[in-house]
């Protein structure tokens, strides 16, 4: 497999870009947005020199990594010479089916049709296609090129065949697959979300403060890092639709997401993206500030 195509360059599609490329890869990076494509390859270039500053890469292999990676606007176009298609766009059902239509229109034959999503119907997504059995979910972890795991989920439909050969790519990455079945919110986020859901109604209940759920988290867990900056880190759009889709998927109560969680996205303040969440954020520092909504 030499030729991959990734549609979406956000959070996750520019470092799904930079992991392919970096490996030897050629990459047709794509996106509706021709703003976000030019961000993407900004963001992998800046990823790129902190590897070169610790030298797990050198200024040479940055070179030849960025000269196999090529931008599109147009799906069709993007994906028209494709071994393998991972599709990382919004986490919205209806866009998702929508751009599976495009790249199963577009495609070569035998191309791979793989997700990012990280709680959508991998079995939902390939029914909607010609080739339900060569769709497959590749879940990366944010940020890319750091995090091991890739969680490989089949579809009711998936075969044998195309999850091997998921597994295997995955680990020319240098990454670690592990497979699992597809229910909604596989495992990585049927366990994540729920704790994060209930960090932010711990919040909004007054159990406690941003800073003291997420130092109880870090220091009492070990987790590197609190559920509430994790979830400013995510994306709380993110977190809200994941929510929702293992609220709808299994009719239980205990996924309702959290009011609070839901007007804080109404509101736009959507995590680190937007630049407050629980915490603000400032483009170039590091410093962690509560939000002043939930400071004092
Ligand atoms: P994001 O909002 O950062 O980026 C989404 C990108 O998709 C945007 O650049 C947008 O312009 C583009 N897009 C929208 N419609 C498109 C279309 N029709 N064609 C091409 N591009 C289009 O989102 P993200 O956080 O990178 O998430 C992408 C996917 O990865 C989602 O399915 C999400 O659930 C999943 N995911 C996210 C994380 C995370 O930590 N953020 C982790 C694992 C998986």
Known sequence: MKNISVVGAGTMGNGIAHVFAQNGYKVNLIDISEEALTKAVATIEKNMDRMIAKEKITAA?????LGRLTTYT??????????????AATENTELKAKIFRQIDGAAPEGCILATNTSSISITQIAAGTGRPDKV??????????VMKLVE????????????QTIMELSKKLGKVPTEVND?????????????INEAIISLHEGVAGVEEIDTVMKLGMAHPMGPLQLADFIGLD?????????????????????????????AGKLGAKSGEGFYTYTPGSKDLKVSPKFAG
């Open 61 to 65: 292999d940055k070179d030849a990594a």
């Open 74 to 87: 147009d799906i069709s176009q993007g994906v028209a010479e494709a071994e393998l298609v991972v599709e």
């Open 136 to 145: 497959i979910g590749m879940h990366f972890m944010n940020p890319v090129p």
């Open 152 to 163: 490989v989920i089949r579809g009711y439909a998936t075969s044998d065949e195309v999850t």
């Open 183 to 195: 229910f909604p919110g596989f495992v990585a986020n049927r366990i994540l979300m729920p704790m």
């Open 238 to 266: 993110v977190c809200l639709s994941i929510l929702r889709v293992m609220h709808d998927g299994f009719g239980n109560p205990k996924y309702a997401p959290c009011a609070l969680l839901v007007n804080m996205v109404t």
